[in-house]
């Protein structure tokens, strides 16, 4: 796991400066802190920062050539069907110098060619291969977009890193792109390729691309498709696959174990590795204080104590919030306001103390219907009387509804229409939110829409449809953070439930596979039944909360931050003429404008740390 970058120059006569390479490749020390490494030649340079995983030694060290010496590859990631692909190749002759899954890539990629290379990889990972020959450069990133790749163009040539940070330190400028806020204080992230930075793109998640000539040309080569099948040996197919997902994902020369938070995703992650070690596995689980929301330890203990596992606990501070926040936002080259990131961070190094891999449910839900805001997508009946507008009806029965349901009942009737009800399900805020700051509302979405039409086309099934779309957009962003906090403190953190083989079977399952009654993930409960505690098989589901809008009103620093946004360098960029108004509010006990302020200071301090460092950044009227 990796850092990896790269500069070819459109002028095949110009080299590559090796200072600017290490500028590149050296400010994502902290995804690789152990080697780093450069290749030169003519008008490419490629650069790399390792995180040893697989054979520690020097024979690692990459940028790393083929056998013929042609093919020049970085790369960050895992594939864990490496050592069959290795049995594949020296079959063919091919000869190893290495014990890496480094040298089983690019000797793949020179037997096969990056069409041949894709469909064999099971695996995390984002690489670059240099063709000698053919003087072109092919990239990739994995089906689910685990790993990070971004890239930009211009007359004078191609750049690419792990982080739109190696972009700026190879002199490219820092503009951003203001248009792409109204998506960011609804949704947290800007889905699809564009990022909140002009010029500056996301490789999409199972897309490949080429450089060669001036020319650039990026496709995909792996979708998401759902293809549900009512026979039920799918069922046995995931099962299955899972399982030995676990396993593939064991390979290590370095410690590994788990994040756990006591919920069933990451509890029967654990289970599994633990049921496939000799020794013992290490848990890691955060421990928040009574004033924070519920403490998961007690049932993150359990699952520990049932599997004989190493337990290990963070106790987080409720003090320094904003410290913390500023520490964690400085490593988002996109802001991302999860709420929750620090968390994360904190508790990935203490892990680094102990394991350099660590494994995670992630994905668990997008894939098999875990989220409590899918319900009411996934009640036909409430659906049709939303289209329909026949709101009465159902404020009628909201009485009989859990009241953590309410506002989401509440936000779906208001849309009037399923299509937006689909699109807006994990946003915090609406369109409407936002003109109670005086901005101009747009909501075009272009790329979330054509998402969803993608989505509504391969199902008929509303919840399919939710479950595609977010997929491709929420999924993506729950990725970014965990990549971000993960190697922000040198940890790889891998995602079993994202297996491709994994997430092909769960596409097939029939949905009554993935419910029964109110619970979604059914199929995941009765693979954890007898495995888990029962306390934890039949918990109620909830995320890793912060209280921000208690911390936002009491904690004085801030608080302080909060007041003085509207005399903030973010709040001159966004021009908002009632975010003063909406910002008085919310300190005054308007808990209407908490999600709409929590955005707002989440960017704001985004905005200090990361567009204002270093020089700030170019808008759009300078």
Request: proline share 5%; with cysteine.
């Given at each position: 796991m990796c850092g990896i970058c790269g500069l070819v120059n459109a002028d095949s006569g110009r080299p590559v400066p090796a200072e600017q390479i290490r500028r590149m490749r050296d400010v994502m020390v902290h995804r690789g802190p152990d080697d780093a490494g450069e290749f030169l030649e003519g008008p490419v340079g490629l650069g790399h920062r390792r995180l040893s995983i697989l054979d520690l030694s020097p024979r690692g060290h990459q940028p790393m050539s083929s056998a013929s010496g042609r093919f020049w590859i970085t790369y960050n990631g895992e594939i864990y069907n490496f050592r069959r692909l290795r049995e594949d190749l020296e079959a063919k002759g091919y000869r190893f110098k290495s014990e890496s899954d480094t040298e089983v890539l690019v000797n793949g990629f020179e037997e096969w060619g990056l069409a041949g290379l894709l469909p064999r990889l099971d695996g995390i990972f984002a690489f670059?291969?240099?063709?000698?020959?053919?003087?072109?450069?092919?990239?990739?990133?994995?089906?689910?977009?685990?790993?990070?790749?971004?890239?930009?163009?211009?007359?004078?040539?191609?750049?690419?890193?792990?982080?739109?940070?190696?972009?700026?330190?190879?002199?490219?400028?820092?503009?951003?792109?203001?248009?792409?806020?109204?998506?960011?204080?609804?949704?947290?992230?800007?889905?699809?390729?564009?990022?909140?930075?002009?010029?500056?793109?996301?490789?999409?998640?199972?897309?490949?691309?080429?450089?060669?000539?001036?020319?650039?040309?990026?496709?995909?080569?792996?979708?998401?498709?759902?293809?549900?099948?009512?026979?039920?040996?799918?069922?046995?197919?995931?099962?299955?696959?899972?399982?030995?997902?676990?396993?593939?994902?064991?390979?290590?020369?370095?410690?590994?174990?788990?994040?756990?938070?006591?919920?069933?995703?990451?509890?029967?992650?654990?289970?599994?590795?633990?049921?496939?070690?000799?020794?013992?596995?290490?848990?890691?689980?955060?421990?928040?204080?009574?004033?924070?929301?519920?403490?998961?330890?007690?049932?993150?203990?359990?699952?520990?104590?049932?599997?004989?596992?190493?337990?290990?606990?963070?106790?987080?501070?409720?003090?320094?919030?904003?410290?913390?926040?500023?520490?964690?936002?400085?490593?988002?080259?996109?802001?991302?306001?999860?709420?929750?990131?620090?968390?994360?961070?904190?508790?990935?190094?203490l892990a680094k103390e102990h394991v350099t891999v660590l494994l995670s449910g992630e994905g668990a839900d997008e894939l098999l219907g875990g989220y409590t805001r899918y319900e009411p997508i996934r009640k036909p009946w409430l659906a049709k009387l939303a289209t329909s507008g026949a709101a009465a009806p159902i404020r009628s029965l909201m009485g009989l509804v859990p009241s953590r349901k309410v506002w989401r009942l509440q936000r779906l009737l208001s849309l009037g229409s399923l299509k937006q009800a689909i699109l807006y399900n994990a946003a915090d805020l609406l369109p409407g939110d936002l003109k109670s700051l005086g901005l101009t509302v747009e909501a075009r979405f272009e790329a979330r829409n054509a998402i969803l039409d993608g989505a509504m086309l391969a199902t008929r099934e509303p919840i399919r449809q939710l479950m595609l779309y977010d997929m491709q957009t929420f999924l993506c962003s729950i990725l970014n953070r965990n990549d971000r906090m993960t190697m922000a403190a040198s940890i790889e953190c891998r995602v079993p439930f994202l297996a491709v083989g994994v997430v092909e079977a769960a596409l097939k399952l029939p949905t009554n596979a993935l419910y029964s009654g109110r619970n979604g993930k059914q199929i995941l409960r009765e693979y954890a039944s007898g495995l888990l505690p029962d306390e934890v098989l039949t918990r109620p589901k909830w995320g890793l909360g912060i209280p921000w809008p208690r911390y936002m009103r009491n904690d004085p620093k801030?608080?302080?931050?909060?007041?003085?946004?509207?005399?903030?360098?973010?709040?001159?960029?966004?021009?908002?003429?009632?975010?003063?108004?909406?910002?008085?509010?919310?300190?005054?006990?308007?808990?209407?404008?908490?999600?709409?302020?929590?955005q707002l200071f989440a960017l704001a301090v985004w905005w200090e740390q990361v567009v204002d460092a270093s020089g700030g950044c170019a808008l759009p009227d300078e």
């Open positions: 670059a291969v240099w063709d000698r020959a053919e003087q072109r450069l092919s990239a990739a990133r994995d089906q689910l977009g685990v790993k990070p790749l971004y890239y930009t163009t211009s007359p004078q040539g191609f750049a690419f890193g792990s982080e739109i940070k190696a972009l700026w330190a190879a002199g490219f400028r820092k503009e951003v792109d203001l248009s792409t806020f109204e998506e960011l204080l609804i949704f947290r992230m800007v889905a699809g390729e564009n990022t909140p930075f002009k010029g500056v793109k996301r490789l999409l998640p199972g897309h490949c691309l080429e450089y060669s000539n001036g020319s650039l040309n990026v496709r995909p080569y792996w979708q998401a498709a759902d293809h549900v099948d009512s026979d039920e040996s799918y069922v046995q197919t995931w099962k299955e696959r899972f399982a030995r997902a676990i396993i593939d994902q064991r390979i290590s020369d370095v410690p590994i174990g788990t994040l756990l938070s006591g919920g069933l995703d990451s509890s029967i992650v654990t289970a599994e590795l633990a049921r496939a070690e000799r020794d013992s596995v290490q848990t890691f689980t955060v421990s928040v204080p009574p004033e924070e929301g519920l403490d998961e330890w007690p049932y993150a203990e359990a699952v520990a104590e049932r599997w004989s596992c190493k337990s290990h606990k963070l106790q987080v501070p409720a003090g320094d919030v904003l410290e913390r926040l500023r520490r964690t936002q400085s490593f988002h080259d996109e802001p991302l306001a999860h709420g929750n990131d620090m968390h994360i961070f904190e508790i990935s190094r801030c608080r302080s931050f909060v007041e003085g946004i509207p005399r903030s360098e973010f709040a001159r960029a966004i021009e908002a003429p009632g975010l003063a108004t909406a910002i008085a509010g919310f300190l005054k006990g308007d808990d209407r404008k908490a999600g709409l302020v929590y």
